[in-house]
């Protein structure tokens, strides 16, 4: 885990280790104290170059000043356009103030966004829509409701941003790009679309995700402390490899 568990330098934490961790407690520790990763397979190359390719595309819309149409046409984006490119790019952190001490360890929250929408809300004030790519096989899958860790994922977007003093929408949106066909003359060309899965990110929807990361973070800094692995999970199959 990267950081000291300082107030300057804390650990980091992250939506997607909170999702390990929920997955198999034992198989997070010994990654994290033991230092023995589950095995892993290789990346989804086709998935990041799309993911690479869109985020340079939503850069070229921004600075034109418009929404793509296929965006504009969804109705959660209603009178909303791209968000300031800044929040896209690197890491955003929880607030301080919302950094989890156990036993004076810290430990920070932080994630990277795949895309943000902005409005001015009926106050005045911009009022942020949290969203993020996902690519799927098909229409089929893109129609499936989201799977619970990406809705865990954009809670938690949703939830950083409201400590840093945002405005956050209570709906979140996945946008799940999926391939289609379209023959032109003799040639194929790979076609994709895409659907809206409305997520809720509303406050109360976060409360129990905070008590999931504070038991993550005091089982890892009790773990670390005495330097000891959990046992062996019976229900994960990847614990059943260990030594």
């Known amino acids: 885990m990267q950081g000291r568990g300082t107030q300057d330098k804390p650990f980091k934490i992250s939506p997607s280790m909170l999702g390990r961790f929920l997955d198999c407690s034992s198989c997070f520790i010994n990654q994290h104290v033991g230092g023995v990763k589950r095995p892993s397979g290789p990346m989804a190359m086709i998935a990041g170059g799309l993911d690479r390719t869109l985020r340079r ?7 034109a000043g418009n929404m793509p149409a296929d ?5 959660e984006l209603a009178g909303f356009e791209l968000a300031p490119r800044e929040f896209v790019k690197g890491y955003q952190k929880i607030h301080p103030s919302q950094y989890i001490d ?11 966004l795949d895309e943000l929408f902005v409005r001015k809300n009926k106050d005045g004030v911009d009022e942020f829509l949290v969203a993020d790519y996902k690519s799927k096989y098909g229409v089929d899958a893109a129609q499936k409701d989201p799977h619970p860790a990406f809705v865990r994922q954009l809670r938690l977007y949703a939830h950083i941003l409201r400590s840093q003093g945002h405005v956050v929408h209570d709906t979140a949106l996945l946008l799940n790009y999926y391939p289609t066909e379209l023959s032109v003359v003799n040639e194929v060309h790979p076609v994709l679309q895409f659907l809206a899965d409305p997520v809720d990110v509303a406050p109360s929807t976060i409360i129990p995700l905070l008590t999931d990361l504070r038991s993550m973070a005091s089982t890892f800094e009790a773990q670390n402390a005495s330097g000891t692995l959990l046992a062996k999970n019976p229900d994960c199959n990847w614990c059943g490899y260990r030594a």
């Open 102 to 112: 156990v036993n004076g360890s810290i430990f920070m929250l932080h994630g990277e």
């Open 57 to 63: 595309t939503m850069e070229a819309h921004h600075a």
């Open 71 to 75: 965006f504009a046409a969804v109705p």
